[in-house]
């Protein structure tokens, strides 16, 4: 059967920083931050914020074309992956891009790339 527990919760801050009402939202319990996507189109961002102490971080991404429609987070990697109208993102959790994808819904192809790419790191020596 299902499990009867349930769980209440309740407001412990309300947190202010997008213009619009918010369109998304990522909890990460592993790094205690959340994630919320808002805004009108063209002035669209999206916001990293402590958990732990509810307050602002960053902007991670700012001028996206339409409210993030989606967003999530690896807790593993510390990356971000949103969908804004027909631009998907992949950000780092600094708000550096890593990567980006034009979805074209007609024709259901996508045009991807990335930022531009240096030499790659040195190798990594097994540790003991």
Do not use: Y
Request: glycine residues 10%.
């Amino acid at each position: 059967g299902m499990d009867a527990r349930r769980e209440l919760l309740h407001a412990r801050k309300r947190l202010c920083g997008h213009a619009g009402a918010v369109t998304s939202l990522a909890v990460s319990k592993a790094n205690s931050f959340i994630l919320s996507g808002a805004g009108p189109p063209g002035a669209a961002s999206v916001v990293l914020w402590d958990a732990n102490r509810p307050r602002f971080i960053r902007v991670l991404c700012e001028g996206l074309e339409a409210p993030p429609s989606c967003i999530a987070a690896s807790d593993a990697a510390n990356i971000i992956v949103l969908c804004s109208g027909r631009q998907c993102r992949v950000v780092s959790i600094n708000g550096a891009p890593l990567a980006s994808a034009e979805v074209d819904t007609e024709a259901e192809s996508f045009t991807a790339g990335g930022p531009p790419r240096g030499p790659p790191p040195p190798p990594r020596e097994a540790s003991r």
